[in-house]
């Protein structure tokens, strides 16, 4: 990890654990200064710390450039991902022009549909679904339950985790109060793809439609939470985070780097720029430039999310104040009168 | 379409797009006078417009009633539905006493199970389970992983998008202190069903909630967006559109042709009336009326929640003010008593 | 149920409803004042009421210490559970290294992995999967195409609704600027478990991710709603009730009976003490002490959340009083120096 250490240089690590976790023997981390009571308190034997860290009594210390990255790294060592015998297993079912790479693993229960193609080293775990002229990249791994509809891409080293849904119809009707059988929401065809980038990762029963026409996307390295919805023809760029239960309507786009804490929701046809980020919970109606902080419904900066937040606290206050200010008006307003 | 041609009749049409991602040689459609910047940079060839529309230079226009509905319309012409292969394949599992008709398709790992009935042209994409004596209506169509517990009935044209789960329990339990194992929280069976109408939609990873007892109703040509949750004993009237991460809690009832916006919440034992409209992220914690729109959490009429949300926005002014408006009144009131 | 009857001793019952929906010959139950209207109404021939209810004409009354209690003990009398013959049918997938006990019940289609075990009288779903070396207690239901990961503990008496995933990644990541191929969100391995402990329930399409060290852990007793997300290292203390779209953040602790209302969010590294009850809707940002109400976003104490909803209704008028009010004080400071 290129770290300097400060301490033993003896000491087996036995394991990784948080800083409240931790018992002797164990290496955690310490990165961000909200933790210090904790870092002070842990018992683990080792810490990954910043290179300004101080050296400690009984605790030692790695120094390296990004404490957080080097557990990660040191915790990937030790926990390697699992690996599969490859083959199309009994019970699988491959279409027989479907293509699936020989180094590939398609576990009993799982599909791949007509013209359907799976790159090598992918995973494609009981249950999972690979619609037709669907095509999933190498080293990606569909977990159970998983559904790909027909004609969607999914790129190289993908996580799709377990009951999400890459493809199904955007929700798009044109109402006609004059059907065949009366009113009715008449349906738009769906007849675009998801497209999703390299290296990205989409949580359990989270849900990406297809586009109306076009291509819904997700970005290179966008990580993406469960049970997140991501509407017909959005275009997420690279590098976003979107926390769980996030929703976003159609034709949105996200930059580069955004990231959308849990629950958020953002309307239909706007932009959320480069590199902002979207406070838990908050309702964005508008357009957010690039590197914008913003909270609340309707979204707002950040800043003056809390302070309105606070005020909000004293409301009730402030509503007897100005009763009470009336009254002291009114009774001076008599005064002047009868002066 | 019963459309009137201002332009070029001669012109071949290739694709169909919106008014922004059109190419020339495209056909598109401008029907809300929002996007009237996007219709007049437009660079497709073609557009559906409204009857009163004015012709233009360099883009041929065709005069329809409704030009979304044609759009779609045209759009149905060009992507029809895909159809598959009838039968029961191999690796479907039908019970030998379910009934599936013989033009309706059972897709290899699908499950019918004892008694359930499945209609003629009905698909069932693998992984989709009907459960005990559950009926599945004709041209109904059940995606990938999708679940329909016993009992259930599900109409005809009814789509199921992957992973939607129909006739789970309701989430219903009497508290008692005293239990065997000590305190718990005893189940009340849920022994009632659901009941999807016609022509009825419901999106991935959406629940529908079987009753306690009797019927949770979905009425007739109601569209359900992804990740929905309606809970046992809801009622919701035919032609309601019901947009993504919304919630409706236990027997609350929704009339014809209401629409719920994205992410909202709506509490049990209540009743939104008849072409209700509720603004996304609301909290609905009361009847709303027919015809009413609401917003807000908790939901008001939606013009005061405007004038609402613009005053927050000068909440934290208001404050500063009032502190000052105190200070002057004591300003005066000192001098009144000196005066 | 020990019930003290106030009526006709000869009445037969021939089945149970709610007070608005029972018809004569019915009973329904009574246990809240707030229902007093429909008790009043019912045509319901019995109902179970509280031990000091007054007799009535035309209703035979049965006087309970618990009337929903009583009334969910009659539902289940009348509606038992239904049992399914034991065995692992053809076309499941029992993995040699696998251990089903000899009474439970494996449907075609669903898949039990290397190394797991089944435990007696459970019973899975077609397309119920368990992962490798991952436990089911006994007596436990996985309704179709659950999903239970690798090396996690499910409980005795545990209901998985359909489509619910239990185990998969938490949603971590350390930015790494100089990734192999430029900027990235490097995965921190997820090498935890969930552990759910006995007589949970878990709703359709919920997720609970596993830890990224050590254990995810749901309570004894804790009943989960459907679309819910439970993040890595989140403990839910035994006999909680989480409504549906409900969200907990990782590492975060909700005590011993906890109640989230529907569509609450709870952020991580915070707790919520025992008996502590959130408001639909609430964003819950930090602590909250054992046996707190609280609502809104941020939440707080709940009369304070219905005070300040409540003048929230009155902030527009607030504004123009006070800029009424700033005139009226201009105009006496105007006087006041012209006198």
Same mark, same amino acid.
């Given at each position: 990890?290129?770290?300097?250490?400060?301490?033993?240089?003896?000491?087996?690590?036995?394991?990784?654990?948080?800083?409240?976790?931790?018992?002797?023997?164990?290496?955690?981390?310490? =990165?961000?200064?909200?933790?210090?009571?904790?870092?002070?308190?842990?018992?683990?034997?080792?810490?990954?710390?910043?290179?300004?860290?101080?050296?400690?009594?009984?605790?030692?210390?790695?120094?390296?450039?990004?404490?957080?990255?080097?557990?990660? *790294?040191?915790?990937?060592?030790?926990?390697?991902?699992?690996?599969?015998?490859?083959?199309?297993?009994? =019970?699988?079912?491959?279409?027989?022009?479907?293509?699936?790479?020989?180094? %590939?693993?398609?576990?009993?229960?799982?599909?791949?549909?007509? #013209?359907?193609?799976? @790159?090598?080293?992918?995973?494609?775990?009981?249950?999972?679904? !690979? #619609?037709?002229? %669907?095509?999933?990249?190498?080293?990606?791994?569909?977990?159970?339950?998983?559904?790909?509809?027909?004609?969607?891409?999914?790129?190289?080293?993908?996580?799709?985790?377990?009951?999400?849904?890459? @493809?199904?119809?955007?929700? @798009?009707?044109?109402?006609?109060?004059? #059907?065949? &059988?009366?009113?009715?929401?008449?349906?738009?065809? *769906?007849? #675009?793809?998801?497209?999703?980038?390299?290296?990205? $990762? !989409? =949580?359990?029963?989270?849900?990406?439609?297809? %586009?109306?026409?076009? $291509?819904?996307?997700?970005?290179? @390295?966008?990580?993406?939470?469960?049970?997140?919805?991501?509407?017909?023809?959005?275009?997420?760029?690279?590098?976003?985070?979107?926390?769980?239960?996030?929703? !976003?309507?159609?034709?949105?786009?996200?930059?580069?780097?955004?990231?959308?804490?849990? &629950?958020? =929701?953002?309307?239909?046809?706007?932009?959320?720029?480069?590199?902002?980020?979207?406070?838990? *919970?908050?309702? !964005?109606? *508008?357009?957010?430039?690039?590197?914008?902080?913003?909270?609340?419904?309707?979204?707002?900066?950040?800043?003056?999310?809390?302070?309105?937040?606070?005020?909000?606290?004293?409301?009730?206050?402030?509503?007897?104040?100005?009763?009470?200010?009336?009254?002291?008006?009114?009774?001076?307003?008599?005064?002047?009168?009868?002066?």
């Amino acid at each position: 990890m290129g770290g300097e250490l400060l301490g033993d240089a003896g000491l087996v690590i036995t394991g990784l654990n948080g800083l409240v976790e931790a018992v002797p023997g164990e290496l955690s981390f310490y =990165g961000n200064p909200r933790y210090r009571r904790q870092y002070d308190a842990t018992r683990a034997s080792a810490v990954l710390v910043g290179r300004e860290a101080e050296p400690r009594e009984h605790v030692s210390l790695v120094r390296v450039a990004n404490p957080h990255l080097a557990f990660a *790294q040191i915790s990937q060592l030790l926990h390697p991902r699992p690996t599969y015998e490859a083959g199309v297993r009994p =019970g699988a079912h491959v279409h027989p022009e479907a293509s699936v790479h020989p180094d %590939a693993t398609v576990m009993t229960g799982a599909t791949v549909d007509k #013209g359907a193609r799976v @790159g090598a080293r992918a995973v494609l775990f009981p249950g999972a679904y !690979v #619609g037709e002229a %669907a095509v999933v990249g190498e080293d990606s791994v569909l977990y159970p339950n998983v559904t790909v509809r027909e004609h969607c891409l999914v790129g190289a080293r993908v996580i799709l985790h377990a009951s999400c849904v890459v @493809g199904a119809d955007g929700f @798009g009707f044109a109402f006609n109060p004059e #059907g065949a &059988q009366g009113p009715e929401h008449y349906k738009i065809p *769906q007849a #675009g793809i998801v497209r999703i980038e390299d290296d990205v $990762e !989409v =949580g359990a029963c989270t849900t990406i439609d297809r %586009a109306t026409l076009g $291509e819904t996307v997700i970005g290179r @390295g966008t990580k993406i939470d469960n049970l997140v919805q991501i509407a017909h023809n959005v275009k997420v760029g690279p590098l976003s985070l979107l926390c769980a239960q996030a929703g !976003v309507s159609g034709s949105s786009e996200l930059g580069t780097g955004v990231v959308l804490a849990g &629950q958020v =929701g953002v309307v239909g046809h706007i932009r959320v720029g480069d590199m902002a980020k979207v406070g838990a *919970q908050s309702g !964005v109606a *508008q357009d957010v430039e690039d590197g914008q902080v913003v909270s609340g419904t309707p979204a707002m900066p950040h800043r003056e999310w809390l302070r309105t937040s606070a005020a909000l606290g004293q409301l009730t206050e402030l509503l007897k104040e100005v009763r009470t200010l009336r009254r002291r008006v009114e009774m001076l307003e008599k005064k002047e009168k009868g002066g």
